[in-house]
């Protein structure tokens, strides 16, 4: 089935510090979503693209549409103790009902 | 708005036993989903729903089976519960795809444990 590469699996920072992570596909998307799970809790949407070339940004998170349309990243600037949990891209294809998730990245922050 | 609500929110189960988990969403959406969580391995689709009606298989549908009781309600059931079907389980939705690119809402998620 599709698969999504996320990375990196996880990151140890110190807060105040600038977050990137990234996911590749072999397949061509026509949405890119980020997610991010707090511990306890379900998954809740944050950004959403549908142009290749796009980026969006909601407060200081920045996410991009990759031009070939295999990829996406999401940048967390300035970050803060509140933006640890597991963040999860999720991508899906023409035509498609279903969504595909990457594996997700953990983020840890240091005060 | 309670958005997707799931019930219950934690449970324990002996081998063998059966059980039902039960989503609701009120926002109107067309589609509703069942995914299981497991560490390191993200979210796996199990089954979903794409409208009132209708259910497909997802990528890890053994051992289960859904009813999409209304638009509203969507059911997943383990028959004969296994410890490998330990695991947290959410419940999501969406609107039609032409109209919001496939955004999935998810719920708060169900811990389930079978010893």
């Known amino acids: 089935g599709q698969q999504l590469n996320q990375s990196p699996q996880s990151m140890f920072i110190q807060e105040g510090e600038d977050v990137s992570m990234n996911c590749t596909s072999s397949s061509i998307f026509n949405t890119w979503l980020w997610y991010k799970q707090d511990p306890g809790e379900g998954p809740v949407l944050l950004i959403a693209l549908y142009k290749a070339g796009e980026l969006t940004s909601n407060g200081r998170l920045t996410a991009q549409f990759g031009i070939t349309r295999k990829d996406s990243f999401l940048n967390i600037s300035a970050s803060i103790p509140s933006d640890v949990g597991i963040y999860f891209c999720a991508g899906r294809i023409q035509g498609a009902q279903k969504l595909v998730f990457g594996q997700g990245t953990r983020l840890t922050i240091n005060p | 708005n309670a958005g997707v609500t799931q019930t219950p929110k934690f449970q324990v189960l002996k081998t063998g036993q059966s059980m039902t988990l039960q989503c609701a969403q009120d926002?109107?959406?067309?589609?509703m989903y069942w995914y299981r969580q497991d560490p390191g391995m993200g979210l796996r689709l199990i089954y979903y729903s794409a409208s009132e009606g209708t259910t497909d298989k997802g990528e890890v549908p053994n051992g289960y089976n859904v009813s999409r009781l209304n638009k509203r309600e969507f059911s997943l059931r383990l028959e004969s519960a296994a410890p490998s079907q330990t695991s947290v389980y959410f419940c999501?939705?969406?609107?039609?795809?032409?109209?919001?690119?496939?955004?999935?809402?998810f719920g708060p998620g169900t811990r389930l444990t079978v010893l």
């Open positions: 926002m109107n959406h067309n589609s």
């Open positions: 999501a939705s969406s609107a039609p795809r032409v109209l919001a690119g496939g955004e999935q809402f």
